[in-house]
């Protein structure tokens, strides 16, 4: 019952911000209702869990390794959120989209390593300084042999002027301190592997959690100053988390780790405003809605496309007149009935399909900046009969040029057409929107004369 009810509350959430409810068969819908909590929780989960696995991490090796608790590796737990920090300045200071996955790996390993080594070589010099300087008698004895010594300082004998050496026994002294040395650096090795291990979870932690926040934030909306400051305090916050766990929590870890995710979660909601941002992700990946498609719709679907386009023709029926085709579209949601499908006009930055803040966006002088056009039609199923998913486009920022006369008429126009395969040279803007059209929907061509009116012959008078 709870999975059901977690299940119902996501869809609810999905379906507040599409704006409209649709006709569901409780009994029937029940499988829908599990998927959706089920996916709904391991996102949440897998999201929370990586912003405090520094934590975890931390606490689980702190008995092994007693030095990962002092103030220098405190420090590293900063990791994660300080890779997503500089991550979001970098994504917004060069104004894109987000990163593929490589760069948020190759920051975290360029950050990571090098704090892994200092965070623990420094607090081992301090410590064999202060045993230095506590035992004079380990005056003359190297620093790194002190920095090996991972148990006690080593005790070096005072041999007396008067004394006869024995050459026998300062051999044996000699191989006996060999041996302990090289234990000593075995040791301190097997040491710093666990640490290193320790690392890589926070490495693999940064690069994810950046990889699961930003980039799927950045790519639903927009990545301004505004934005990306906001996903920054998030980082800052993880960081704060991090710490809470393994210097305050003493007891109930497990309470207290479901209690810092879910605070995690909530604060990334929160800074960033994305309030159906889990509901939206969660029906995607289930393949609900929320998907680029083009859809096969029988006449009357057809007629329903064309009449909200406004005026515009996106959907064009075959020869035989049973069958039409509109693409591409957003499938919105097929949950229940009716469907509901979206069609949009290319945003100003290109994409397809464009983002709700598209909008309301406005202009640097206060105006309004080149209406989009972006209807939103609900289509009965039984007028539908298939919606293969198509790829969305995203233009190559290397590439700019292509553009034609469309593009300044397409400027002036208000609102702009909307996209689809039956007005490529309107509504696309370069020929690389042109290309993916013509790839994704395929070629328009006129239909053919129906066979009713071809069998119409016209009517001669006989003289």
Known sequence: MAILVYGGLILLAFFVQLGSMPDLDL??????????????????????????????????????????????????????GGVFIIGT???????????????????????VLPASFFSWLIPFAQQKTRALRADP???????????????????????SEN????TA????????????????ILSLGG?????????????????????????????????????????????????????LL??????????????????????????????????????????????????????????????????????????????????????????????????ASFGDDGNWPIQPFEIDKKAPGGGSKRDLYYPRIQVAKSEVKSWPSITSFKPDPNKKTGATSAQDNSKNSNPRPLVSYLNRSAAAETDAQRQWLLTQCGAATKADVPKSEASKKPKTTQR
């Open 169 to 184: 026994s300062n051999v044996a002294s000699t191989e006996s301190s060999n041996s302990t040395t090289r234990t000593q």
């Open 246 to 343: 393994v210097k305050v929590v003493k007891k109930m870890l497990v309470l207290a780790c479901i209690a810092l995710g879910g605070a995690a979660v909530l604060i990334l909601t929160i800074l960033t405003a994305s309030w159906f941002a889990i509901p939206v992700s969660v029906v995607r990946n289930l393949g609900l809605g929320e998907i680029p498609v083009g859809v096969v719709v029988t006449a009357e679907g057809c007629d329903t496309f064309n009449k909200a386009a406004r005026g515009q023709k996106v959907c064009q029926m075959s020869a035989d007149e049973k069958l039409g085709w509109v693409c591409p579209v957003v499938l919105k949601s097929r949950i229940g009935a009716p469907m509901v499908f979206e069609l």
């Open 191 to 243: 040491d710093y592997l666990v640490y290193l291990m320790c690392c890589f979870m926070w490495f693999v932690s940064s690069a994810f959690t950046a990889f699961i926040t930003y980039d799927s934030w950045a790519r639903q909306g927009s990545a301004g100053v505004r934005e990306g400051g906001a996903l920054a305090m998030w980082g800052i916050a993880s960081i704060l988390l991090n710490i």
């Open 27 to 80: 009994a029937g819908a029940t499988a829908t209702f599990a998927a959706v909590a089920v996916i709904g929780l391991l996102v949440v989960t897998v999201l929370g869990i990586s912003t405090i696995v520094a934590g975890l991490a931390t606490r689980s090796l702190t008995p092994d390794v007693p030095n990962l608790a002092n103030g220098w590796s405190l420090g590293f737990l900063a990791a994660p």
């Open 89 to 111: 300045a970098v994504n917004v200071s060069f104004d894109t989209k987000g990163f593929e996955p490589a760069f948020w790996l190759g920051l975290a390993l360029l950050l």
């Open 137 to 159: 008698a380990s005056k003359n004895v190297c620093w790194i042999q002190l920095l090996l010594t991972t148990r006690s300082v080593p005790q070096v004998s005072v041999v």
């Open 163 to 166: 004394s006869v050496p024995d």
